[in-house]
């Protein structure tokens, strides 16, 4: 899998990277999107033990966000087991189809297009 930050792209992930990432800021930048093939991901941002992360498999109808912010230490066992391709990866954690979370602020658009 292709590991990405704000300060690059490695083009194969490891746990141990994966782990230096999520503990130093510094290196992990803005953000990290560990990625199986486009469209197909597992990102986050954050820190200090409040990662929000998220997750799309496919279509915008796949795409989810953590209903809580993560640890560092449940962010790490998320992303291991997605990098492992556990097929069970993503238990412990509660997902929400991406805006429909209470905690931010709902948007609608008008918009008409000429």
């Not at 690059?8 to 803005?30: H, Q």
């Not at 796949?62 to 912010?69: A, G, I, L, V």
Request: proline content about 4%; charged content about 30%.
């Amino acid at each position: 899998m292709k590991l990405e930050t704000s300060h690059g792209i490695e083009p194969e992930a490891s746990a141990a990277r994966i782990e230096t990432l999520i503990r130093s800021g510094e290196e992990r930048g803005d953000f990290i999107i560990l990625s199986q093939a486009d469209q197909i991901y597992l990102q986050t941002t954050g820190g200090n033990d409040a990662f929000i992360t998220e997750y799309r498999n496919g279509d915008e109808d796949q795409h989810y966000s953590s209903k809580h912010p993560l640890t560092a230490n449940q962010l790490l066992d998320l992303m291991v087991r997605y990098l492992e391709r556990d097929p069970n990866w993503d238990d412990g954690c509660e997902w929400e189809p991406l805006g429909e979370s209470e905690d931010e602020p709902t948007t609608t658009w008008d918009l008409k297009w000429s």
